[in-house]
């Protein structure tokens, strides 16, 4: 009966959960420390991927994404692909318009 | 009525007769428990992403005025508290991690430990939005809510602020454009804080629920579900954080 369907039954150690937490707390040290680095436009780009790489975690740990049904998983990544798609869209207007010519 | 729907009522149906012997908790419109659940979870799944559309749109607004407003947007951030905006990331965090050990305690019918869980989740929600209110009070005290009563004080003359002194004062056309990284920092962190006010009327009615056992007899999704919620509040939270509070500190 069960063919096909997700594991929602999957029980996940709680030491599992404390070890996301540690590096979800090291991910805002982490944070911190390089926005008082001088990097210039590598500091919003190494903030960002230290929040991507937090947001993974908790999706994939403490939503339990990774022990999702594929329909889930898919669905994610769909939003993740359509929303960088619709910011690459209206960077495209940003950078191409002849701002303060008119 | 006609005579069939009263027949319909009266008899158990196919369905009725075919969950004989299921968990209560099945629906009649599902064939099995885990077909309830991989249904119910996707349709939380999609709601969440409807949500990371909706604060999409206001990250893509941030990002435009800040490649447009720099400046403006870095002095608009120093006026921000780097602990508060800290202790508040690490409070998001706890809770989430306390929030997963509420769904676990639920998963393993400990109703005790589902209880205290949520029930610690909860008091660091508060605290939460204590010290967002407190941060609030204080942009409101320095005059700094979008609006009539704006004040460029701080940025025209930044030796006159103790959290500015010692940056280069702006122009006062850049300095109007804090304005607008007020108004997002309220738009993105109120926005925000209403998931969470929302969270914790929702949280308080499981927590009542829990303490009568109501998740720990076997049927856990309503904590679970809540629990997605819960921890994509924190995730936005976890973007929030280093791109309000970290523009250009150094």
């Known amino acids: 009966m069960s063919e096909g369907y997700g594991q929602a039954e999957e029980i996940v150690s709680p ?73 690459a869209m209206v960077l495209l207007d940003y950078i191409s318009r002849a701002w303060g010519s008119w | 009525m006609p005579d069939s729907s009263v027949h319909a009522q009266g008899k158990p149906g196919a369905a009725d007769q075919a969950h004989a012997g299921a968990a209560p908790y099945l629906l009649h419109h599902f064939n099995s428990v885990e077909q309830q659940a991989d249904t119910s979870s996707f349709a939380m799944w999609l709601f969440l992403l409807t949500e990371v559309m909706f604060f999409g749109g206001l990250f893509v607004v ?14 608009g951030s120093r006026q921000l508290s780097v602990l508060w905006g800290g202790i508040n990331s690490v409070l998001l965090i706890t809770s989430s991690f306390t929030m997963t050990l509420a769904v676990w305690n639920a998963r393993m019918r400990r109703q005790g430990g589902l209880v205290l869980c949520l029930a610690l989740t909860f008091v660091l929600g508060l605290v939460f939005l204590g010290i967002k209110g407190g941060e609030y009070k204080e942009k409101f005290d320095k005059h700094h809510i979008p609006g009539e009563h704006y004040s460029l004080q701080s940025f ?95």
């Open chain 2, 62 to 75: 941030y990002l435009i005025y800040r490649n447009w407003y720099y400046p403006a947007f870095v002095a």
């Open chain 2, 156 to 250: 025209l003359d930044p030796d006159s602020d103790p959290v500015a002194a010692g940056t280069a004062p702006l122009p006062l056309d850049e300095a109007r454009h804090t304005e607008l990284f007020f108004s997002l920092y309220f738009a993105m962190t109120g926005m925000h804080a209403l998931h969470m006010i929302v969270g914790m009327g929702l949280m308080a009615f499981i927590l009542f629920r829990a303490r009568a056992g109501a998740y720990t007899a076997g049927h856990t999704a309503f904590v679970e579900y809540f629990g997605l919620y819960w921890h994509f509040v924190d995730i936005i939270w976890i973007f929030l954080f280093p791109l309000l509070y970290l523009i250009n500190r150094h």
């Open chain 1, 15 to 87: 030491w599992v959960y404390a070890a996301v937490y540690l590096a979800l707390l090291a991910g805002v040290g982490l944070t911190i420390a390089a926005s008082y680095l001088k990097l210039g436009i590598l500091n919003p780009i190494l903030v960002l991927t230290i929040a991507f790489a937090q947001a993974t975690l908790v999706a994939l740990y403490s939503m339990h994404l990774k022990w999702s049904t594929k329909l889930n998983m898919l669905s994610v990544g769909a939003c993740i692909f359509i929303y960088l798609f619709l910011i």
